[in-house]
Every structure is written in C-alpha cells, then in structure tokens.
C-alpha cells in the first residue's frame, strides 16, 4: 500500500481531524483479496497496509466495500464501487447508492464479471455554517459505520446490516405491533444463511443493467465533536472482533498502532482471520 496519501489540507483549509487505514487479505480461503476503500481522494485495492495519520480538512468522505465472496470475481465490483466514489466526488455531485449503482454499470462487464456483488459503508463530513461538523453515513450490506462519542465508554454501531436476520425481526416486531430496537439487530454470533446479504452492489454484463434495481441503501445524518471517533469496516473485522473488545480512543491514542492492535485481535480470534479486513480510523480535532 502506499505509505501515505496525496491529500494533505491546505493553509486555507484547516484540519479537523486525524485519519488512518489498514487493509489485509487474512486468510481468506479464495486467497483473493476483495475488499476495496476509498480513502480522501483516492481509491485502493492492497492486500496488505497501513497508511500514516493524515490530518484531514472538510469536506471530506471515506468509504469501505467489500466483495461478497460468492464470486471470485467479487473484487473487481467492490473496485468499481470505490472508483465510482472517486468520480463522484472529484466531479462534486451527490454520493447515493442509486449514483454509485448508476455509475458502476454503465460500463459493460465480461460476462464471467456478471452478478459479482459488494457492500458499502460510507461517510462523508463537511462543516455547517455554525461551525459544526455533520456527518453522512451511507451504507449497503455488512459493512459497518462506528461511532465513539468522546468521553464514552463503548463504540455504537450506526448501521443496520442488510441481512435476513433483521429482516426476520423487522418481520417479528411488525406483526407484534411494535418497532424493533435497533439494539436487536446485528446481533454476534454466526448463524449460516441467515446473514445472508439482501442489498448489494452487483455488476452487469451486456445491457442488463437498463433493467437491474440499485440496491437499497440506508442514510442518517449524526452531529459529530471534537473528541468524537468514528470507524468504518468491513465484516472482517467485526465478525471476528466485537466492537466491546476494541480499544478506546483518546486524543494521545498512536491511531496506526491502535488499527495495527486490531489486526493482530483479528488474527488471535478464533476465526483466524478468516476473511479480509479493512478498517479507517478517524478522530475529530
């Protein structure tokens, strides 16, 4: 990978935060690695790195996806998400799941590219008028978006996988009369086809994209302060390490040694590192 990124802020455009990625293959048994990250101002695709902390100004917008490893060929659909992320955000427009979707199958794919799919887990920030930072949180899949308020003791995860399993207690609570707590859903533990994936990303070949729906993504806006935290990862990571066994952050917290700390807890669980992982750290100024 490469040891740092290009973007750095400018004098006119201060930093409000300190960022940092790891990426692995692990011990993924296709030996491909399909995760993919958009990091700043640029895509990556590495089987194994850490970048240096980069102090970085708003607007900026980080972003995970992961190839479902269904298909070999899942990595280059997660590399077409981020290249999209790329595209749009370089050209400034809106970042949907309905744009990336748009954007990723207007290119005709080989055919043995046909139904490889992805998730995403996306954030954006850019400061308001009163000075404050708002964050976007755009997800589609099994990538995950935590949030570490400062001076709070445990992560909150701020994205509802798309799987069967929520939907089967979205279907509970529904037919109880009730809403379901978010803090039903996610729940650990592996439970075969019911982690199942119902929204993704997936390539198309020939003209068959003219008639494939977008994904349905999910969107929420949170209010973020000095002191807050926020990571974003693929299931790699927490599938195998539990957001209640990560380390706290603080403001003296070395983020490439805590995100090189994770690695290691991914590799010592009992999944072994099963699948790749990706993970992008940042901590508000």
């Not at 199942?196 to 198309?204: D, G, N, R, V």
């Not at 999944?271 to 508000?284: E, P, S």
Request: net charge negative; hydrophobic share 35%; charged share 20%.
């Amino acid at each position: 990978m490469i040891a740092s990124s290009n973007y750095f802020p400018s004098t006119e455009a201060l930093s409000i935060a300190q960022a940092c990625v790891i990426t692995f293959q692990g011990n993924a048994s296709n030996n491909l690695q399909q995760d993919a990250f958009f990091f700043l101002d640029n895509w990556y695709q590495e089987d194994l790195g850490v970048m240096v902390v980069t102090p970085v100004a708003a607007p900026f917008c980080i972003a995970v996806s992961d190839g479902v490893a269904s298909s070999n060929h899942s990595q280059y659909c997660s590399k077409a998400v981020v290249k999209a992320i790329r595209r749009l955000w370089n050209d400034q427009k809106s970042i949907t799941s309905d744009d990336i979707h748009q954007l990723i199958n207007q290119t005709k794919h080989s055919s043995k590219r046909h139904g490889a799919a992805a998730t995403l887990a996306m954030v954006t920030c850019e400061l308001n008028g009163d000075g404050t930072i708002k964050a976007t949180i755009t997800h589609v899949g099994d990538s995950r978006v935590y949030w570490l308020p400062k001076g709070t003791s445990q992560w909150q995860c701020l994205t509802r996988d798309h799987n069967l399993l929520n939907e089967l207690i979205d279907q509970k609570a529904q037919e109880q009369g009730r809403q379901a707590k978010f803090a039903d859903y996610n729940r650990e533990g592996m439970a075969g086809s019911l982690y199942s994936i119902t929204e993704c990303f997936a390539l198309t070949a020939d003209d068959s994209y003219l008639s494939s729906e977008a994904p349905k993504g999910s969107s929420c806006n949170i209010k973020v302060n000095s002191g807050d935290c926020i990571l974003v990862c693929t299931d790699g990571i927490h599938d195998l390490v539990p957001s209640h066994e990560w380390q706290l952050v603080n403001a003296e917290t070395d983020l490439q040694a805590w995100l090189i700390n994770l690695k290691n807890q991914v590799y010592d669980s009992d999944g072994n590192a099963y699948d790749n992982g990706t993970a992008i750290l940042v901590r508000f100024d």
